[in-house]
């Protein structure tokens, strides 16, 4: 027997013990059965008291295999096939003696049914391991030449078949050796090939619990991919209802706007005014398809490897501030802007690390009232260049800073400062970062400011 795959093997093992102990009560019944029918045959030659306590002896000795079959099956541990090998053992051992017992109290080789060691070795065979069965067919050997031979030399008494066969046939020394020597012979041609056999199926057994378990494995892993795929599947129809959701208002307004110049509502004096409106709308509708764009370009994790270069990030840095420095002064914000020497560059397409300097600087210009400070730097540790961005704005609150990198999402407060937004900005920007193995954090002191940081791998 080889090793089974440790979850299969228990219920194996139990199977297998539960079918030794069943076949024990067909075998007590069938005693019983053929020492009546004996009884009737060979006119009360047979000592029935003894056969019936060696029946009732086994029964009694199947009971306490029973119990202690079930104790074994709740058991665990390293040793079990161990266990079961020996509780096999004892139980086939004490069959064999049971049935030499039997057999010497009704007729010895006179008896027929000594072809029943056959059976018990046959049942070793496919329950052991394969030197098990030819060490049973060699007991069964032992047992029922000794018994034979003990009654040829009158070691012990001989119960006689009367009628069967002829009455001195037991001490009919050249009888007695050919069919011990047929005995053993057959015995041990039946544990080879009953063993083989057994051993075939026990392989093959083991081979399917073990493309079971991995099919259960599989099935899992299946099963969890499919979980994860409803997810995707329910976050993209939340983005898609959210998109439809956002790109219909200005559109809208837009039309709204339109419907009441044509209605004639709008006085000739106010028509421009209204016109403008609408043109900030269409600004808005474009800002917002082209960072869904920039989105979906991201998504796709298509890389355009031809546009990725070693970018000196203070380089872009400066050429940004150049842009929001202005900004900052309308606003009369106090702007600094701190780099470090020797900042080496990174491996990314320069346009979106314009894209993510951009984007945080103007938040913090944006989401911070006139006399207040942002304050933008840059630095390095071992393996990343490190890009800060830190303002005296609105802040956040933990709740809030908790969905900041979500799709549109865009806080109250924010949204009072600054009607316009596509709540798109910080999600691409941290797609940008994660996509060159970077990464962006932010933390926020709700009406105090905020300080946005990211780290991008340096170029090897
Ligand atoms: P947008 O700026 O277009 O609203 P973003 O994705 O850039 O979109 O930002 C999302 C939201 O995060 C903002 O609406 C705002 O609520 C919050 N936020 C971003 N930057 C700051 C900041 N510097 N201070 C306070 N809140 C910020």
């Given at each position: 027997m080889t090793d089974h795959?440790?979850?299969?093997?228990?219920?194996?093992?139990?199977?297998?013990?539960?079918?030794?102990?069943?076949f024990r009560w067909a075998e007590?019944?069938?005693?019983?059965?053929?020492?009546?029918?004996?009884?009737?045959?060979?006119?009360?030659a047979l000592p029935m008291p003894v056969l019936i306590a060696i029946a009732a002896a086994m029964a009694?000795?199947?009971?306490?295999?029973?119990?202690?079959?079930?104790?074994?099956?709740?058991?665990?541990?390293?040793?079990?096939?161990?266990?079961?090998?020996?509780?096999?053992n004892v139980q086939i051992a004490t069959d064999l003696v049971a049935l030499t017992l039997l057999l010497h109290f009704s007729g010895g080789i006179e008896n027929p049914f000594y072809l029943f060691y056959i059976v018990h070795v046959a049942a070793a065979s496919v329950l052991l391991p394969r030197r098990y069965s030819l060490l049973y067919a060699a007991l069964a050997t032992f047992l029922f030449s000794g018994l034979v031979m003990a009654e040829y030399y009158q070691w012990i008494p001989h119960v006689h078949?009367?009628?069967?066969?002829?009455?001195?046939?037991?001490?009919?020394?050249?009888?007695?050796?050919?069919?011990?020597?047929?005995?053993?012979?057959?015995?041990?041609?039946?544990?080879?090939?009953?063993?083989?056999?057994?051993?075939?199926?026990?392989?093959?057994?083991?081979?399917?619990?073990?493309?079971?378990?991995?099919?259960?494995?599989?099935?899992?892993?299946?099963a969890t991919l499919n979980r994860?795929?409803?997810?995707?599947?329910?976050?993209?129809?939340?983005?898609?209802?959210?998109?439809?959701?956002?790109?219909?208002?200005p559109v809208a307004a837009i039309q709204s706007y339109l419907r009441l110049i044509l209605d004639g509502y709008v006085?000739?004096?106010?028509?421009?005014?209204?016109?403008?409106?609408s043109e900030r709308r269409a600004l808005e509708q474009l800002a917002l398809i082209s960072d869904l764009l920039d989105l979906a370009r991201l998504q796709e994790g298509r890389k355009q490897e031809e546009q990725i270069e070693a970018v000196d990030v203070a380089q872009v840095l400066q050429g940004v501030t150049d842009l929001m420095q202005a900004r900052a002064e309308e606003k009369d914000l106090l702007f600094s802007v701190q780099i470090e020497e020797g900042v080496p560059p990174v491996r990314a397409n320069p346009e979106h690390v314009k894209q993510v300097w951009t984007n945080l600087i103007s938040n913090a210009i944006k989401y911070?009232?006139?006399?207040?400070?942002?304050?933008?730097?840059?630095?390095?540790?071992?393996?990343?260049?490190?890009?800060?961005?830190?303002?005296?704005?609105?802040?956040?609150?933990p709740e809030q800073l908790q969905h900041l990198f979500e799709e549109f999402y865009r806080t109250e407060e924010a949204k009072a400062i600054e009607r316009q937004g596509t709540g798109l900005g910080l999600t691409i920007v941290k797609r940008i970062v994660e996509s060159y193995g970077g990464r962006i954090w932010a933390e926020s002191e709700h009406g105090r400011g905020s300080k946005f940081s990211f780290a991008l791998p340096k170029a090897a």
């Open positions: 795959p440790a979850m299969s093997l228990q219920p194996w093992l139990r199977m297998r013990t539960d079918q030794l102990i069943q007590v019944i069938g005693a019983l059965v053929i020492i009546s029918a004996g009884d009737l045959l060979f006119s009360d009694v000795a199947n009971a306490f295999f029973l119990a202690y079959g079930r104790r074994l099956s709740a058991q665990q541990g390293d040793d079990i096939r161990e266990r079961y090998t020996w509780f096999a078949l009367t009628g069967l066969v002829s009455p001195e046939r037991y001490q009919r020394g050249l009888y007695v050796a050919v069919v011990l020597f047929a005995f053993g012979g057959t015995l041990f041609i039946c544990a080879y090939i009953a063993s083989a056999i057994a051993e075939m199926l026990v392989r093959r057994e083991e081979e399917l619990v073990r493309s079971n378990l991995s099919c259960e494995v599989r099935a899992g892993e299946l994860r795929l409803a997810e995707l599947d329910k976050a993209r129809s939340q983005f898609i209802r959210l998109v439809t959701h956002e790109l219909r208002a006085p000739q004096e106010r028509q421009r005014e209204i016109i403008e409106k911070t009232a006139p006399g207040g400070i942002v304050v933008v730097s840059l630095s390095q540790n071992p393996n990343y260049v490190v890009g800060i961005v830190r303002d005296t704005g609105i802040g956040m609150t």
